[in-house]
């Protein structure tokens, strides 16, 4: 019916296609084919199989191979979305920059940011991470007692971020948050970011640390941003991590106050 | 005031301060030349606010940067020359035609056949310029050959050539003026320091009172930072340079195969639509009627993508990588003419074997009609036919015009149709479906368009290309393209700002200008070639057009040569064109652009070295100032 000159006509769209998206294509095959496949063989769960990696290959008590364990397994074996070795650094310079007391981390999935951000904080300093599935959080709570941190350092909380926030002030005593890491579900970031203005827990200065704003993105949390007025903020432009020609973004927000 | 009360004396006694004798008259010449002035000055500035576009053009240029904007400026100045264009067409070819020569439907060639009649006046057939369209002052066909028409003595025929052969010569010279210009404007090479403080300090207008002027002031100083930011980077890149030129071959050679697959796939959709053709048309779907057509958009839209991606590999400033990139698409484009003109001269050939079998089938009806008539009387009646039951010869010329219009309309619709929905309804998706998509559409994948300024280009140049070829066999078409660049600019004005975003790497568009004009002039060659073909070697239709009953088109000058000027005139002309004399004057010629070559390069050598020696003179007494400002620092 249709001549074979005509689907021969599609050929150089079709090899534009590949080539032009060819770092998509393969983030496909690393986060989702190669996932299935690992999952259907072993029968754990990713955070797992990456916690018996670690386990067998970092020394305990040392953040630093803790993390560059982590970096391996993501770059050779499997894919997860931790936040990577160049953004990890973007976020150890602003850390030492503020050198914060009180962190709130949202979604830290299996660990990796926690140990990040334990690892530059100052002495006396708190971490409060919040994290919504049970599974990850027991893996996450693992791997920080593995990097040898403890209770007074670090606080895992297993909740949903919306419940959590309304909560800090009555329940676990917060009076200001110094720095807030956002790395949960792009979808909540605008609604996070609302609930903390409106719980008073954000001061003048206050640091909000957004990941992956433009890859998968949050456009409705870039565009909260832009019209309230209330942060003077900047995005920093790197690449996905482990990975190449994927271009993403971080955005740090410093909180204004309201004028 | 004061001051202009000895304003007013001075001007009126300046002629007396000068000269003692004679004042009155120095005084009167004196006052003549300033009004003069003052009316030249006006001029100038009437001269400048009647040209069209120009805010549009410069609210583009702010935002999107000089290469978008250069496009805009060759659509503007491509319809100033279709303006001429259409000019001599309506004026000297359609109007005359239309007011002084014989009307519709007085002769066989001026009326729709009688089996037409009945659909002429449908939209369906209009459109495809058939119908009544077809027998009017807008095609070949509807001319007559009579030497002069009423009572201007009118010669037509004459007129129609001498037009035809005035609108090449004329896209000739004008291209060719603006080459040279451009190439004046040049120069030999700019004054490049302190770009950046010159930038810095001199940008800002403080005439601006608008916001909204202000706003575009701001974009334009913004891109041009950029601009000059990309110039600086891209002249300090220095990397291996031999992994480059190996990078570049390897990027020419996919290019050269994607050229040859796609220029072979397009020639055995050719013969295939030939071998249909023989077999008649009916007997195949729609698709297989369609393929030639098909194809050739697939690939005209599809290959330049693929040369977009491949020329990443080539690390070319960005002006160069356009350049390449229009080379590439115009080979490319080139492969589309050349389909068009094979399935043309089919066609001609076709239309003249019927008019062969037409010619001998007239005779015997003529005989057939003249025999029934004496039959009834003795005497000879006049024959009193309506012209639209006579059988006429097919006409190829009218067919050559039809499909070139049709050709321009369709290629019209599907830009337009391509702008709106791969434009509009993407940047209407991306920004409505942004609200509810799981990734950023803006940031990520589709994002807006940018404007194609390669495709754009290339589409206007080939379509001044088929006008060109077309213009002798259909006088409309140059009417039909200034309404189509009109719609053209506007739309695409508006477009721009609309739905584009300007692209990343905004640079300097100051060189392009002249390879659009040597693309143009390539194309105004290429075009003109098969025109003068047909003109010299096919016979003109024997029953239609303004040139009917002549065994060669251009036998028309040699007719009104005889006719119209005196004998002494042909004599001259007849020895003007001895080969014995036209060969030494053609030597001669090439010869004296050799040498006006020659003195211009050495002219332009003297130039840049004189700019040297200016820049190397400032530069010492640059020094020389501060060490002068230093020494009574130092004591």
Redesign the interface.
């Known amino acids: 019916?249709?001549?074979g000159?005509?689907v021969?006509?599609?050929l150089?769209?079709v090899?534009?296609f590949i080539?032009?998206?060819r770092y998509y294509f393969v983030l496909f095959y690393r986060a989702v084919l190669v996932r299935i496949w690992y999952d259907c063989k072993t029968g754990l769960s990713r955070e797992e199989r990456a916690f018996q990696y670690v386990l067998t290959h970092a020394t305990p008590g040392d953040p630093e191979s803790i993390l560059e364990t982590f970096d391996l397994w993501c770059s050779t074996v499997e894919f997860i979305s931790n936040i990577g070795p160049k953004k990890g650094k973007i976020m150890d310079r602003i850390l030492s920059e503020h050198c914060p007391l009180n962190v709130l981390e949202l979604g830290s999935h299996c660990g990796y940011s926690t140990v990040r951000i334990a690892r530059a904080l100052p002495l006396g300093a708190r971490l409060y991470s919040v994290e919504m599935d049970a599974r990850n959080a027991a893996i996450a709570e693992k791997v920080i007692r593995l990097a040898g941190f403890d209770d007074d350092m670090v606080e895992l909380i297993v909740s949903p971020s919306d419940e959590v926030i309304p909560k800090l002030r009555s329940e676990y005593g917060l009076e200001r948050l110094d720095l807030v890491f956002m790395d949960h579900w792009k979808k909540c970031y605008r609604n996070d970011l609302q609930a903390l203005e409106g719980s008073g827990l954000l001061g003048k200065g206050s640091v909000v640390l957004a990941d992956n704003?433009?890859?998968?993105?949050?456009?409705?949390f870039l565009k909260h941003v832009r019209k309230s007025g209330l942060y003077e903020w900047k995005i920093h432009r790197a690449t996905l991590e482990y990975s190449k020609g994927i271009r993403d973004g971080m955005a740090e927000l410093v909180y204004q106050g309201i004028k | 005031s004061v001051v202009q009360e000895s304003q007013e004396f001075v001007e009126k006694y300046e002629g007396a301060i000068g000269k003692g004798k004679g004042r009155k008259l120095y005084a009167y010449k004196v006052m003549m030349l300033k009004k003069w002035m003052k009316f030249q000055r006006d001029f100038e500035n009437f001269k400048t606010a009647c040209i069209p576009w120009e805010m549009k053009i410069k609210e583009i240029e702010s935002h999107f940067g000089s290469s978008v904007a250069s496009y805009f400026l060759f659509l503007r100045w491509m319809y100033g020359i279709n303006m001429i264009l259409f000019g001599l067409t309506f004026g000297l070819v359609m109007v005359p035609e239309a007011l002084m020569g014989m009307p519709y439907g007085s002769m066989p060639r001026k009326t729709v056949p009688r089996a037409e009649e009945a659909n002429a006046m449908d939209f369906a057939v209009l459109w495809d310029f058939g119908g009544y369209a077809q027998y009017s002052v807008l095609f070949y066909g509807y001319y007559n050959s009579q030497r002069t028409i009423g009572w201007l003595k009118f010669r037509m025929p004459l007129s129609y050539f001498l037009v035809g052969v005035g609108t090449v010569a004329y896209s000739y010279m004008v291209v060719i003026r603006t080459m040279a210009r451009n190439a004046n404007e040049d120069g030999g090479g700019d004054n490049n320091c302190f770009n950046f403080s010159w930038k810095m300090f001199t940008s800002w207008d403080y005439l601006i009172g608008n916001p909204e002027t202000a706003d575009n002031k701001f974009a334009s100083i913004t891109t041009s930072f950029k601009e000059a930011i990309l110039e600086e980077q891209e002249s300090r890149k220095d990397d291996n340079i031999h992994l480059t030129r190996f990078l570049r071959v390897l990027a020419n050679f996919l290019v050269l195969c994607?050229l040859a697959g796609?220029g072979y796939?397009i020639y055995?959709?050719v013969r295939?639509s030939q071998k249909f053709a023989l077999e008649g048309l009916e007997s195949h779907?729609w698709?297989?009627r369609n393929?030639v057509n098909?194809?050739m958009s697939?690939?005209g839209?599809?290959?330049p993508?693929?040369f977009?991606?491949i020329s990443t590999l080539e690390n070319y400033h960005p002006r160069i990588a356009l350049q390449w990139q229009l080379g590439r698409i115009f080979a490319l484009f080139l492969g589309n003419l050349y389909t068009f003109i094979i399935a043309l001269m089919d066609e001609i050939n076709l239309k003249r074997e019927e008019e062969e079998m037409v010619k001998l089938n007239m005779t015997i009806w003529e005989a057939g009609l003249y025999n029934e008539t004496v039959g009834v009387n003795s005497t000879t009646p006049p024959i009193a036919i309506h012209p639209a039951d006579i059988p006429r010869g097919p006409c190829w010329e009218t067919m050559v015009g039809q499909e070139f219009v049709r050709l321009i309309v369709s290629d019209t619709m599907t830009t337009y149709i391509m702008l709106l929905i791969g434009d509009f309804l993407r940047a209407v998706l991306v920004r409505f479906l942004?609200?509810c998509w799981?990734?950023?559409?803006?940031?990520?994948?589709p994002s807006y368009s940018e404007f194609d300024v390669s495709g754009n280009v290339l589409g206007l140049i080939f379509n001044q290309g088929m006008i060109w070829m077309g213009a002798f066999y259909a006088p409309c078409l140059p009417a039909l393209n200034v309404l189509r660049l009109h719609v053209s600019m506007y739309l695409q004005c508006w477009a721009v700002m609309c739905c584009n975003v300007p692209q990343e790497r905004v640079f300097k568009a100051s060189g392009s200008n002249n390879f659009y004009m040597a693309m143009l002039l390539v194309i105004l060659f290429l075009s003109t070639l098969p025109a003068i073909y047909t003109i010299v070697s096919i016979p003109p239709s024997f029953d239609c057009g303004p040139f009917s009953g002549k065994s060669r088109m251009f036998d028309v000058i040699q007719e009104t040569l005889e006719s119209d000027f005196p004998a002494w005139f042909g004599k001259v002309f007849s020895y003007a064109s001895n080969p014995g004399l036209v060969l030494p004057f053609l030597l001669l010629m090439v010869l004296a652009i050799y040498y006006l070559q020659s003195t211009s390069k050495s002219y332009k050598q003297a130039n840049l070295e004189l700019k040297k020696k200016l820049q190397t003179v400032s530069h010492d007494n640059h020094v020389s100032a501060i060490i002068l400002c230093a020494i009574p620092a130092l004591t």
């Open positions: 019916m249709v001549s000159a005509i021969l006509a599609f150089p769209l090899l534009t080539i032009r998206y704003v433009l890859f998968p993105g949050a456009p409705n | 994607c796609s796939l055995f959709v295939r779907t698709w297989e393929e098909m194809v697939l690939l839209m599809f290959c993508m693929l977009d991606v942004n609200y799981c990734w950023d559409l803006e940031a990520g994948f």
